[in-house]
T-cell receptor, first 112, second 114 residues
Framework: GENVEQHPSTLSVQEGDSAVIKCTYSDSASNYFPWYKQELGKGPQLIIDIRSNVGEKKDQRIAVTLNKTAKHFSLHITETQPEDSAVYFC???????????FGGGTRVLVKP | EAQVTQNPRYLITVTGKKLTVTCSQN?????MSWYRQDPGLGLRQIYYSMNVEVTDKGDVPEGYKVSRKEKRNFPLILESPSPNQTSLYFCASSLAGAEDYGYTFGSGTRLTVV
């Protein structure tokens, strides 16, 4: 089955700097790659996603890139703010579409 | 408000005492799923349901049961809980498959089995 690895597990950045989280996946048939943000005491919330026919997608300060050949995708957060502090999860969905396989999560701390 | 509602939010129980965690969604979603979250392991799928009366195992189904008698409800049943089932549990729903629409998650149920 699909295996998703996520790095780093923790990331501390100064407010205003950029943050990058990287994920690799194993199933070349996977074609949907969402990112979720989990704030303390809440369930994960979808923040951005990308499909396999697209190489990059942006939404204000966040962007996601996908390299299908290398089977990796990344989340980029620019001009980080304290409210960006959270746990971020990447995920991949295979051709069956019946589940998302999640990475281990990255705890991001933005220091004021 | 469109949401996935889980109950209870917190539960402490003893080994072997049957329990049920309820999950309900008000978005008329066909797809529902249960995940458990453990430190360093991310979220792992327990069971999922593509529609009423259709359920299937995820990656870590041992020790769990589910049912989908109505579209809106997808309870998670632990017949004989054990300490290794201490975890944070999330219910999620999607309009169709996870691939097409992503998930809406509930707020989680923190279960402790002593």
């Amino acid at each position: 089955g699909e295996n998703v690895e996520q790095h780093p597990s923790t990331l501390s950045v100064q407010e205003g700097d950029s943050a990058v989280i990287k994920c690799t996946y194993s199933d070349s048939a996977s074609n949907y790659f969402p990112w979720y943000k989990q704030e303390l005491g809440k369930g994960p919330q979808l923040i951005i996603d990308i499909r396999s026919n697209v190489g990059e997608k942006k939404d204000q300060r966040i962007a996601v890139t996908l390299n299908k050949t290398a089977k990796h995708f990344s989340l980029h957060i620019t001009e980080t703010q304290p409210e960006d502090s959270a746990v971020y999860f990447c995920a991949a969905s295979g051709a069956a579409g019946n589940k998302l396989t999640f990475g281990g999560g990255t705890r991001v701390l933005v220091k004021p | 408000e469109a949401q996935v509602t889980q109950n209870p939010r917190y539960l402490i129980t003893v080994t072997g005492k049957k329990l049920t965690v309820t999950c309900s969604q008000n978005m008329n979603h066909e797809y529902m799923s249960w995940y458990r979250q453990d430190p360093g392991l991310g979220l792992r799928q327990i069971y999922y349901s593509m529609n009423v009366e259709v359920t299937d195992k995820g990656d870590v189904p041992e020790g769990y049961k589910v049912s989908r008698k109505e579209k809106r409800n997808f309870p998670l049943i632990l017949e004989s809980p054990s300490p290794n089932q201490t975890s944070l549990y999330f219910c999620a729903s999607s309009l169709a498959g996870a691939e097409d629409y992503g998930y809406t998650f509930g707020s989680g149920t923190r279960l402790t089995v002593v």
